[in-house]
């Protein structure tokens, strides 16, 4: 168990469904991110949430849509998501944006676009 | 354009050998830089650290080496163990951007 935890792990859906992605985390930290990974690809960074500031990625379409009700739960919802949308989904928090504790992670969502 | 580089996607080395896992970056803003190590269906956890006003930093088996002028550094691992199988992301964090910066990632197979 790392403290961050998110849901599911697995998920599969249509080109037309909407879903949700939940992260979660127990560490007192203030800051989330929404992290892609695709194959032979950096770790790709989404949205940042820190004291509930909102940092996108300018290149993340709209189709994906976080949401941070409050410094310990993050969202991505999703729709009308492509195949090559498919990829891991890693939530990290860490204790402050500007902190030098590194991330922790969340073992992340496998998500497949059909 | 990748700030953070790991031009090795792959390596393999022998079980009780030394492993070096390299990473280049570009952006000389970068004031900090992380190792983390990502098992199978797991998500990455993190390694080891370093400063840029550091040259070394060592935790056990583990060695950070950064090298300011050739915007480089290199991780050694040594002995190497099977359980150190791994995909090693090298992270690099601008004071300013306040964000980590991650590379591709090299896979390191340790053979018994």
């Given at each position: 168990e790392t403290g961050v935890t998110q849901t599911p792990r697995h998920l599969v859906m249509g080109m037309t469904n909407k879903k949700s992605l939940k992260c979660e985390q127990h560490l007192g930290h203030n800051a989330m991110y929404w992290y892609k990974q695709s194959a032979k690809k950096p770790l790709e960074l989404m949205f940042v949430?820190?004291?509930e500031e909102r940092v996108e990625n300018n290149s993340v379409?709209?189709?994906f849509s976080p949401e941070c009700p409050n410094s310990s739960h993050l969202f991505l919802h999703l729709h009308t998501l492509q195949p090559e949308d498919s990829a891991l989904y890693l939530c990290?928090?860490?204790?402050s944006r500007q902190g030098v504790n590194g991330y922790t992670f969340g073992s992340g969502t496998r998500l497949t676009v059909v | 354009d990748q700030q953070v580089k790991q031009?090795?996607?792959?390596?393999?080395v022998q079980e009780g050998r030394?492993?070096?896992?390299?990473?280049?970056?570009?952006?000389?803003?970068?004031d900090y830089f992380l190792w983390y190590k990502?098992?199978?269906?797991?998500?990455?956890?993190?390694l080891i650290s370093i400063s840029s006003i550091k040259d070394k930093n060592e935790d056990g088996r583990f060695t950070v080496f950064l090298n300011k002028s050739a915007k480089h550094l290199s991780l050694h691992i040594v002995p190497s163990q099977p359980g150190d199988s791994a995909?090693?992301?090298?992270?690099?964090?601008?004071?300013?951007?306040?964000q980590l910066t991650f590379g591709s990632g090299t896979q390191l197979t340790v053979l018994p």
């Open positions: 949430y820190s004291l379409p709209s189709r990290a928090s860490s204790p | 031009n090795s996607p792959s390596l393999s030394i492993s070096i896992l390299n990473c280049d970056y570009t952006n000389s803003m970068f990502k098992y199978p269906a797991e998500g990455p956890t993190f995909v090693y992301f090298c992270a690099a964090r601008s004071g300013s951007a306040r």
